[in-house]
């Protein structure tokens, strides 16, 4: 008995010793906001003192992005350690199933090791199959618990910032909407100028709040042994920023007090600013690195942090449907240059979404586009896309002038997007072709979407993302190869054909009868993009009828088949009806489109309304 009260000791004691050596790390989230909107990041108009006190103390990290430009995806890769396209939990509001007894979650990690772990109170981890709650110790903030329970990993996420409360009555406002500095896409409007007022009013609660939590850290006597972190989510908040993979979408504030107790993590002395390159997808291995934590191999960042840091040449961010409107687009980046690749150009940047429509900013800048008052900068956002971009961001931070056809960049297009072809097949990128359908070819495999790509049997993402280069390259010797590849027994692959036939349409004649063929595709992509072809070529009748039909059927393509309708913009009377009937709901976001298009009965339209006002 002796021994064993002994040996039970000594085990207490080397805990307690080994808890007192790791340190307490606490996470201040907030939400929608890049780096325009913060002080020490160089806006002689942000009103954010605490955050900007908090970089005078820790270290201000200048290049930091998001792998995701919208919560769900961003906090999905987060709470995994693995990129959201890589497990097929990109598109927004998901909750696509993943392999949890392969993927834990990093709070199961630091469980393991003695870390008390709480998390106030988002999740939104879009993953399905486990309850986002279930990882974590506690959703509240408990300063005399947290004291006891040392070491904790504590979030705290603020909502003061998000885009909702950039929403309704603009007037009246703390901030002087003269005192705003414009992103050079925005239109110099009041309604625009008004909204930035708004939402920097909003920026300086949160800002309070963030003053507030490091004021109870410092009472509770815990901050010598706290590392204190502040990040968005991802960027935000002004029309063209949250949802894209321009730097107002994914350049993130990113600040880090490390106390002396833990001086051999700092980066440089305190009070300095940080150039390396750091990704989200880096901050869930150097949590748990810094926490004496195991580090699973699946995990795909890097650590950013400490002696074990390991530089980082790119970062990789991704864009997929985003609520009821498609969309697929994938961003590789350095600290200067940012390459975009655009899947789907022919789907308009600023497509109309109901939720950001909410907001003022948004509908004037509509208004003052469709007046005919915008110029080839301000009103480009309501165009369609070119298959690729690039910017140089050490002189054009807002991203407005695309170089990627020029020569004197050739260079660093090639860089580029052959460092972005290496990591999507690196990390199993599952976005190669449309959400719905590689959800239908899991399901029929009887897989996760995450084992599906990973088997090259199922997903040959090889040969699709050879195939999508050659659908965009839009050279007409590629013809014969898509026809070729129209008759594929890989249904990935004659996607990727007729999207090449599509994109060739407007310079190239296209034999229509081999199109037409597609109209009987088992897939229904192919079909729905070869009877717009068949559109554009000028018989409609049977593109509707294709449309309508597979409306009527209840298509697992119907959302893309709505937004379809809506691009074209020729009116919905031929396909009122087949809206009205379609009950194939993509996550309910086919029932937001039906009330965007007028297909939704007053009574349900009342109800889809609520629910917008909810999300």
Avoid at 52 to 78: I, K
Avoid at 327 to 334: E, F, G, P, W
Avoid at 562 to 579: H, L, Q, R, V
Wanted: hydrophobic content about 35%.
């Amino acid at each position: 008995m002796k021994t064993l009260i002994a040996l039970v000791l000594l085990t207490t004691a080397g805990t307690t010793a080994f808890a007192d050596d790791r340190p307490n790390i606490l996470w201040l989230t907030c939400e929608d906001n890049n780096v325009n909107w913060v002080g020490c990041y160089g806006n002689p108009h942000a009103d954010t003192p605490n955050i900007d006190a908090l970089a005078a103390e820790g270290f201000q990290y200048m290049h930091c992005y998001a792998n995701a430009p919208v919560c769900a995806p961003s906090r999905s890769t987060w709470i995994t350690g693995v990129h959201a396209i890589s497990m097929g939990t990109h598109p927004m509001r998901s909750r696509y199933p993943i392999p949890h007894d392969t993927i834990r979650y990093y709070p199961d990690l630091l469980k393991k090791v003695g870390y008390y772990v709480g998390n106030s109170k988002k999740t939104d981890y879009n993953i399905g199959g486990r309850s986002d709650g279930d990882c974590w110790d506690t959703n509240k903030v408990d300063w005399r618990e947290l004291k006891k329970r040392q070491p904790f990993f504590m979030v705290i996420n603020n909502t003061k910032s998000h885009e909702s409360k950039a929403f309704g009555d603009v007037n009246n406002t703390t901030h002087s909407p003269d005192n705003v500095r414009l992103a050079k896409y925005h239109p110099d409007i009041p309604d625009i100028r008004k909204n930035y007022a708004h939402y920097h009013d909003q920026m300086k609660k949160m800002d309070a709040d963030i003053g507030l939590a490091l004021k109870e850290l410092e009472r509770s006597g815990l901050a010598e042994t706290t590392i204190v972190v502040h990040n968005s989510d991802h960027g935000g908040v002004i029309a063209r920023s949250k949802r894209f993979l321009f730097n107002s979408g994914t350049h993130c504030p990113l600040i880090i007090r490390i106390p002396e107790k833990f001086k051999h993590l700092r980066p440089a002395k305190p009070g300095s600013k940080i150039d390396r390159l750091v990704s989200f997808i880096d901050m869930t291995k150097t949590w748990l690195t810094i926490c004496g934590a195991e580090t699973p191999a699946y995990l795909q960042g890097k650590v950013f942090l400490g002696p074990k840091e390991v530089p980082r040449d790119y970062h990789v961010s991704f864009r997929s449907r985003m609520d009821e409107r498609c969309d697929n687009v994938r961003a590789i980046r350095d600290q200067r240059f940012l390459y975009i690749r655009n899947y789907m150009p022919y789907a308009p940047w600023g497509q109309h979404l109901i939720y950001l429509w909410n907001m003022k900013a948004t509908q004037a800048w509509e208004a003052h586009h469709r007046a005919g008052k915008t110029d080839a900068v301000t009103g480009r956002f309501f165009g369609t896309k070119p298959m690729h971009e690039l910017y140089d961001t050490s002189v054009d931070p807002d991203n407005v002038n695309n170089l990627v056809d020029d020569p004197k960049y050739a260079k660093e297009v090639a860089r580029l997007g052959k460092a972005l072809d290496a990591w999507q097949l690196k990390h199993f990128d599952s976005g190669l072709l449309p959400e719905s359908e590689i959800v239908k070819l899991a399901e029929d495999a009887g897989k996760t979407i995450y084992e599906f790509v990973r088997d090259p049997a199922l997903y040959n993402l090889k040969a699709y993302q050879q195939a999508s280069a050659r659908a965009l390259a839009q050279v007409p010797s590629n013809l014969a190869g898509f026809y070729r590849d129209l008759g594929h027994s890989d249904s990935g692959m004659r996607y990727w054909a007729i999207i090449g036939c599509f994109n060739l349409q407007k310079s190239t004649s296209l034999n229509i009868e081999t199109i037409r063929k597609s109209l009987d595709d088992q897939s229904h992509h192919v079909r729905i993009m070869a009877a717009w072809i068949l559109y554009r070529h000028g018989d409609k009748a049977a593109a509707r009828d294709c449309w309508n039909g597979l409306l009527k059927g209840n298509s697992y393509a119907s959302l893309k088949i709505f937004n379809i309708i809506d691009w074209i913009g020729d009116g919905t009377e031929p396909y009122i009806d087949a809206m009205k009937a379609c009950e194939f709901s993509h996550g309910g976001y086919v029932a937001r489109m039906q009330q965007y298009l007028g297909a939704v009965p007053a009574e349900k339209k009342k109800r889809t309304r609520k629910a917008t006002r909810n999300k």
